[in-house]
């Protein structure tokens, strides 16, 4: 399989599962058959080695990409498809920036598979989200800052991807199409509070990859169409390729 980077390239519409919360097998089935390019396993709170392997194994029964987002060093389950590791680039503590993937690395040292790794460049802009909670982000910004985050994530700290993040709520388009700006050829995710078709167009033109977290457990059929509403819509500006 190639470099977990070169893969992210083709993704378009991606799932976020969430090993704190449950899912049946006929509803993960679902899931991982609708035709979204990932599945990413990973949350904020309540994440355990246990749940996550546990959904990381009941993925691995179907034919997609399964990838774990690191969010807690004692979760690391072997076996994923890859490995994508969050950086807080609007946190305002360095835990989230660098502290927490320093002694991770540490920890796992010569064992962690880096052509299946990826950093992924977050900027948290929902203020009562969780992980903007947990990490203390600095969401009061303007456009032009995103625009200076996309710049650095891709040309001071070279990032695969840069990750808008509304979890939890639906954003705004102007933001997106701000750290677009900032891109040449990294990749810009948006996920955040994706529920209807329109959203997820307007999103789908404006970043690369669209990412479906909650959905999958509030309205599972709406989910499964989110496939189709993102991949029938054209982005505008993609990232270029080489
Ligand atoms: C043996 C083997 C194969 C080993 C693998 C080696 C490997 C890959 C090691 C990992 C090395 C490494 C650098 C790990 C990183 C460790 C770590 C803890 C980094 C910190 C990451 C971070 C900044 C976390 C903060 C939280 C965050 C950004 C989470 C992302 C997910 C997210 C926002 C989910 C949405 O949350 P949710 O819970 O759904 O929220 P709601 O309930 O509101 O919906
Ligand atoms: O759960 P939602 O709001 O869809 O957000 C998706 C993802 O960006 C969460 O990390
Ligand atoms: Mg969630």
Redesign the pocket.
């Known amino acids: 399989m190639s470099m977990l980077t070169e893969r992210m390239k083709t993704w378009r519409h991606v799932f976020?599962l969430?090993p704190?919360?449950s899912l049946s097998e006929s509803a993960l089935e679902k899931v991982c058959t609708a035709g979204t390019d990932a599945v990413i396993v990973?949350?904020?709170?309540?994440?355990t080695y246990e749940n996550s392997r546990e959904l990381i194994q009941r993925i691995t029964e179907y034919p997609v990409q399964c990838v774990?987002?690191?969010?807690?060093?004692s979760a690391?389950?072997?076996?994923?498809d890859g490995?994508l590791?969050?950086?807080?680039l609007n946190?305002s503590s360095h835990?989230?920036?660098v502290e927490?993937?320093?002694?991770?690395?540490r920890?796992?040292g010569d064992?962690?598979?880096w052509q299946?790794?990826a950093a992924?460049g977050?900027v948290?802009l929902h203020r009562e989200?969780?992980?903007a909670r947990?990490?203390e982000s600095r969401t009061e910004m303007e456009s032009a800052d995103l625009t200076a985050y996309a710049r650095l994530a891709e040309f001071l700290f070279r990032m695969p991807a840069l990750y808008v993040?509304y979890?939890?709520m639906y954003g705004e388009e102007r933001m997106v199409r701000a750290a677009r700006q900032g891109l040449e050829k990294s990749r810009l995710f948006y996920?955040g509070g994706i529920s209807r078709e329109e959203q997820a167009q307007v999103m789908s033109r404006a970043a690369d990859t669209v990412v479906v977290?909650?959905l999958v457990y509030q309205d599972l059929e709406a989910a499964l169409q989110s496939v189709r509403w993102v991949k029938e819509t054209e982005t505008n500006g993609a990232s270029q390729d080489d």
């Open positions: 976020k969430d704190n919360r990973g949350g904020t709170d309540g994440i774990q987002e690191i969010s807690v060093e690391v389950v072997p076996g994923a490995y590791i969050p950086v807080v946190s835990r989230w920036v927490a993937q320093h002694q991770a690395i920890k796992y064992w962690i598979p299946d790794v992924l977050y948290v989200s969780k992980v947990l990490t993040e979890s939890g996920g977290g909650n």
